[in-house]
């Protein structure tokens, strides 16, 4: 293994152990997960954004599907930045474990943790940039083709 795919996976399996991080917070609800998603859809809310994440885990994972996996990942971080952007706010404030009537704040670890996976999946995509490219042929050649038959 080169030094450039060796990069790649280690890059890869940080994605992917990222989500599965957060999946094992949002699918229970725990009461942090509960504080994000309470004013922007709740439980079906965060369930959906682990879906997502799990996707894209999967796919940045699969060597063939690398490209997809990386830019469904960047869709997901520009989703979750924009939502501490403009609703939840940069530091997020959760209930205390020791007494759940006091909050403590994250300090913008969740905020730094999507901006370092947006990153980190624009990485990968660029050093998969030719992947990208010939799935991109694949398929809009086959797409001009149905459309000749037609």
Do not use: W
């Amino acid at each position: 293994m080169n030094a450039r795919t060796a990069t790649s996976l280690v890059l890869r399996l940080g994605v992917a152990g990222i989500y599965g991080i957060l999946a094992a917070q949002k699918i229970p609800y725990h009461p942090n997960t509960q504080a994000i998603f309470e004013d922007i859809g709740g439980y079906p809310a965060a369930l959906a954004t682990v879906a997502l994440e799990l996707v894209a885990a999967v796919l940045i994972l699969v060597p063939k599907t690398v490209p997809i996996g990386a830019l469904l990942s960047m869709g997901a971080m520009f989703g979750a930045i924009g939502t501490h952007v403009l609703f939840i706010g940069v530091t997020v404030q959760f209930p205390s474990a020791a007494d759940p009537a006091v909050t403590e704040s994250d300090g913008g670890t969740l905020f730094g943790m999507a901006v370092a996976t947006l990153i980190v999946s624009g990485i990968v995509l660029v050093m998969h940039r030719s992947q990208a490219v010939q799935l991109l042929r694949s398929v809009t050649g086959s797409r001009s083709q149905s459309s000749m038959a037609a």
